[in-house]
């Protein structure tokens, strides 16, 4: 038998999928979880509960609230929705840059046999390929956001280290997509220093 400690590590974070409703007033529309059944704990503080809500704000960015409904209530309002449904965007913000296919955008006009080939193959090997950082990155941003902002850093070094002279027009995309992020991420951060401490998660 599976202990339940077990059976909650193996469920994936992209597999996460809460059972929740809509339900809409006069004056608010509240996103409802059912937590009742779940193995997860019902708090924000689990990256895997915060993953599903995530998930399911996403569809329903107009929620003025969340509410977590296990034997007790949970309710996060005014600036913990101002924080959630920022990460959602921000999250897929980095799920729309990382759909840039280098191979097919710079070397689609390749003639030579097996050249394309080639160059596909580099570029999926390549660390600095915008889809594996920017998929890498949101996964950070959704677990640890400390973590997030070091890999980021790290991330555009990287970037910037990149040297080969078929790969610059690739690279400079990249850092401008890295530069957009990090002015998206400056206005998050302001928001936590300012408001942040104000927020139950």
């Given at each position: 038998m599976v202990s339940e400690d077990r059976a909650i590590d193996e469920i994936s974070d992209e597999n996460v999928y809460c059972n929740h409703s809509v339900e809409t007033t006069m004056v608010e529309m509240r996103l409802v979880f059912d937590c009742k059944e779940c193995a997860l704990e019902a708090n924000l503080k689990q990256k895997r509960?915060?993953?599903?809500?995530?998930?399911?704000?996403?569809?329903?960015?107009?929620a003025d609230t969340v509410i977590l409904s296990d034997y007790a209530e949970l309710r996060y309002t005014g600036?913990?929705?101002?924080?959630?449904?920022?990460?959602?965007?921000?999250?897929?913000?980095?799920?729309?840059?990382?759909l840039r296919n280098p191979p097919k955008e710079y070397f689609a006009n390749l003639k030579s046999q097996g050249a394309r080939e080639k160059r596909a193959a580099a570029c999926n090997a390549c660390r600095s390929n915008p889809q594996i950082i920017f998929p890498n990155l949101k996964k950070l941003l959704l677990e640890d956001i400390e973590k997030f902002y070091l890999q980021f850093c790290a991330t555009s070094r990287q970037v910037q280290g990149v040297s080969q002279p078929d790969c610059q027009s690739c690279k400079k995309m990249t850092e401008e997509s890295l530069v957009y992020m990090f002015n998206l991420l400056e206005e998050f951060?302001?928001?936590?220093?300012?408001e942040g401490f104000r927020v139950l998660i």
């Open positions: 509960c915060m993953n599903g809500v995530l998930k399911a704000l996403n569809d329903s960015l107009n600036s913990a929705m101002k924080m959630l449904k920022t990460l959602v965007r921000l999250s897929n913000e980095l799920d729309n840059l990382s951060r302001s928001f936590l220093y300012y």
